[in-house]
Nanobody, 123 residues
Framework: QVQLVESGGGLVQAGGSLRLSCAASGGTFNSFGTGWFRQAPGQEREFVAVISWSGVMTDYADSVKGRFTISRDNAKNTVYLQMNSLKPEDTAVYYC????????????????WGQGTQVTVSS
């Protein structure tokens, strides 16, 4: 059983940056692909970024490509999401998730989820 805890959210002005962390415990985290998703009020949860267990492969939603960077440190059982040039439309609760497999895009493919961290971008 893998437990995931997100941190690093907060309030930032448009154009600013935040770095989210996803700390894992309780399992072989370094064998899981890990993704970030987000959910804004009244909207469905959507894919943001994903990284393979090795960290070699990454992919991003078009809406964040070039602004967000996903990375991982398996020695620390942690995955990061560096978010730059933030926009008000990035405001959402951000969730990390771990799944058995490589690059996973669908919510249903993920086995473990964190509780989420709020990111609010003011204009």
């Amino acid at each position: 059983q893998v437990q995931l805890v997100e941190s690093g959210g907060g309030l930032v002005q448009a154009g600013g940056s935040l770095r989210l962390s996803c700390a894992a415990s309780g399992g072989t985290f370094n064998s899981f692909g890990t993704g970030w998703f987000r959910q804004a009020p009244g909207q469905e949860r959507e894919f943001v970024a994903v990284i393979s267990w090795s960290g070699v492969m990454t992919d991003y939603a078009d809406s964040v490509k070039g602004r967000f960077t996903i990375s991982r440190d398996n020695a620390k059982n942690t995955v990061y999401l560096q978010m730059n040039s933030l926009k008000p439309e990035d405001t959402a609760v951000y969730y990390c998730a771990a799944g058995r497999g490589g690059i996973l895009y669908n919510i249903a493919d993920y086995n473990y989820w964190g509780q989420g961290t709020q990111v609010t971008v003011s204009s």
